[in-house]
Structures are given as structure tokens and as C-alpha cells.
């Protein structure tokens, strides 16, 4: 999909007006398959440069319209390269976060269950159409939640978000998906885990790396397939919405020196 900045020159703002507007971004640019990754505030010069995924500059304009009627003065096609070069060491706010952004993020692994004996039983071509279902159901999920894809795993995602609630929704979009496919003997069952936890991972070259990273991937693989499981971090921030957990106790996890609770995310209740 092309990459956009847009730029809004003299601006009388403060650091969270631009916040908010980009927040009221995010909730509206589903609508159009638009993604406003991040943004750079510069308060002296009143200027701030918006980086969009998008179909094509209309659709990008008409986010920008419908959440808060500030249209950019200026918007073109750019490179991942343009723009590194452009802004420099400028520090950018990622999407959901505002301009103190702390780093925190909630990381969500997926995996195909029994995918092994998937493919000694389907063969390596059919397996590889039944990956692509997976794909597909997954990153239209994580497109319709603000959910960014950090890599592919072999049978499974590596993805985050900047909004716990964002995730936790799009874990359950996920698993709604899947369950949602209609049988038949054309049609291959997927059952796939999903593991959640949430902190402040360390980024390096478009990757995630630290003990959170390898938190939710075993939380993922301690799921059994069709479910969510959470951290006890995820379960806490998560009070007072709409989610329903059930508690799944105190679990060992490999490669930590503490048993550590875990929840479910009963995705058919929430």
C-alpha cells in the first residue's frame, strides 16, 4: 500500500490537541483501509507531519475530514528511506500513544495449532493455502483494530498495539474469524492460539525484542487451540470494559523463574 505525509503548517496547538486529533485518526480511518502510523510535532514552528498508509491522497484527505476537519496543506507519496532522511533524529509519536510516548505496548503472538501435523497430513502446497487463509484473517483483523504486524513466525504473527482494549478486541476478532468459516469439504479447520501480554518491549530494526516479547510467546503457546490467553497485566488494564475473563491460574512458563497467572479471554462472551 503507498506511504503519505502529510504536512499542516501554523498550527497554534499543544502537544495533546495534536494527540487528540490523532486519536480521533485512528477511530475513523477503518472505514477507508487507511492507517496513520505516526506523527512528528514541532511546537515551535507549529508544524506536524502525518505518516499514512492509504489506497491512494483521497482517502487519506477524507480520514482527516470526518475525524477532525484538519486537512493538510500539503501531502505526497514518500519512502520508508525519504522519510528517514527527511526527519532525521526527530523522535516521532507512534499511533496511540501520546507525545510522551513511553514505549509501552501490548504484543500478541498467534499460532496454527497441530500446524506439523497439518502438513504431513495436507502436504506442503495445501498447507501453504491454508497459511494464506491465516494470513488473510489475521491481518484483516489487525487492519480493523490499529494492530501493526512486526513479523511473520512460520505458522503464526507477531503483532502490537499501542491500545490494550485495540488488542484485546482484535484477539477476539480473530478468533470469531476462524470459528466463523463455513465447513465444507473445500474448507481446511483452523484452529489457532493467541497469546497477549503487555509492556515496554525493546524496538530494534522493525523487530520486538525483551522479556514481554517472550512473555506473550508463551502465553500463546501454554493456549490451547480456539483460545486467548492473557497476562495478568492484560487482565488489569482491562477493568471496567466490555471484555469477559475467566482466570486460568497460576502457570509455569518456560524460561521464567516464576509461575506467573494467566487468564482466558472468552471470546464468545464478549
Known amino acids: 500500500m503507498p506511504v503519505y505525509m502529510d504536512v499542516h503548517r501554523n498550527l497554534t496547538a499543544q502537544p495533546e490537541d495534536i494527540a487528540m486529533a490523532h486519536s480521533m485518526d485512528l477511530q475513523v480511518q477503518s472505514k477507508y483501509n487507511v492507517r496513520y502510523t505516526r506523527y512528528w510535532f514541532n511546537k515551535e514552528s507549529g508544524c506536524v507531519y502525518c505518516l499514512v498508509e492509504a489506497p491512494s491522497i483521497m482517502e487519506a484527505i477524507r480520514v482527516h ?70 494470513d488473510a484473517l489475521i491481518r484483516e483483523a489487525l487492519n480493523g483494530h490499529s494492530g501493526t504486524e512486526i513479523k511473520h513466525t512460520g505458522d503464526g504473527i507477531l503483532a502490537s498495539f499501542a491500545s490494550v482494549c485495540r488488542g484485546v478486541e482484535c484477539a477476539v476478532a480473530i478468533q470469531r474469524a476462524f470459528d466463523g468459516r463455513k465447513p465444507g469439504t473445500a474448507v481446511q479447520p483452523i484452529k489457532v492460539r493467541v497469546g497477549l501480554s503487555a509492556g515496554e518491549p525493546v524496538a530494534d530494526h522493525k523487530d520486538l525484542f525483551g522479556t514481554v516479547v517472550n512473555l506473550a510467546a508463551r502465553v500463546c503457546a501454554f493456549a490451547q487451540p480456539g483460545q486467548i490467553l492473557a497476562s495478568n497485566v492484560i487482565r488489569e488494564l482491562c477493568l471496567g470494559k466490555p471484555f469477559v475473563f475467566s482466570e486460568v491460574g497460576e502457570a509455569e512458563l518456560k524460561g521464567f523463574a516464576q509461575s506467573l497467572r494467566l487468564h482466558e479471554v472468552r471470546w464468545s462472551d464478549s
Open 65 to 134: 475530514k470526518e475525524a477532525h476537519g484538519l486537512v493538510a496543506d500539503q501531502l505526497i507519496e514518500v519512502t520508508m528511506d525519504q522519510v528517514e532522511a527527511f526527519m532525521g533524529a526527530q523522535k516521532p509519536t507512534y499511533s496511540g500513544t501520546d507525545p510522551t510516548d513511553d514505549g509501552f505496548r501490548v504484543v500478541m503472538f498467534t499460532d496454527i495449532a497441530g500446524s506439523t501435523t497439518l502438513t504431513c497430513q495436507l502436504g506442503d502446497q495445501r498447507f501453504h493455502d491454508v497459511l494464506k487463509t491465516h
